[in-house]
């Protein structure tokens, strides 16, 4: 089974956020998670939750240092350039795992007639695929330089062999 979860949101601006995608949304019924209230203040770093099946290694992703505002590259297309590389450069500044995520549709484009458009409604849809490409090969190229790159699965373990 699985050894790790990376859905844990220790942000306030990350459940805002996804209420305004719900919102946004409204009409369509979108199935947007809003995490629970305690895990806006819940611990920024990755950890154990130890189950009846089972241990897990939970991996938040990653905000900024103080405002906790939420590292993802959705939040590139939700912010100005200026503060996302402020949270940027905040997150890249903490100590431990930094967790980036993408998404599928961080990889996809409207003008591609195999892509719904249902999909239009998803933050940076707008933009051409080269577009996207590139700002994602540059991001990822400035936490590779700033940290050690490595699978989520090393850093679960990494967390479940602490506990040992």
């Not at 790790?4 to 998670?33: C, E, F, I, M, Q």
Request: one cysteine or more; charged letters at 20%.
């Amino acid at each position: 089974g699985f050894k790790y979860d990376s859905s844990a949101y220790p942000s306030w601006a990350a459940w805002a956020l996804r209420l305004l995608v719900r919102l946004k949304a409204s009409g369509t019924s979108p199935n947007v998670h809003l995490p629970s209230l305690e895990s806006l203040f819940a611990n920024a770093e990755p950890y154990l939750v130890e189950k009846n099946q089972g241990n897990l290694a939970e991996i938040p992703v990653s905000s900024s240092r103080w405002l906790r505002l939420p590292y993802y590259h959705t939040m590139r297309f939700l912010l100005p350039s200026a503060v996302f590389n402020a949270v940027e450069s905040s997150t890249l500044a903490r100590s431990g795992a930094i967790n980036y995520i993408l998404h599928g549709v961080d990889f996809i484009e409207l003008h591609d007639p195999n892509v719904p458009q249902e999909l239009a409604r998803h933050p940076g849809m707008s933009i051409g695929i080269d577009d996207k490409l590139a700002g994602i090969n540059s991001t990822l190229r400035r936490i590779c330089a700033a940290r050690n790159a490595v699978p989520l699965k090393i850093i679960a373990q990494a967390v479940i062999d602490a506990r040992k």
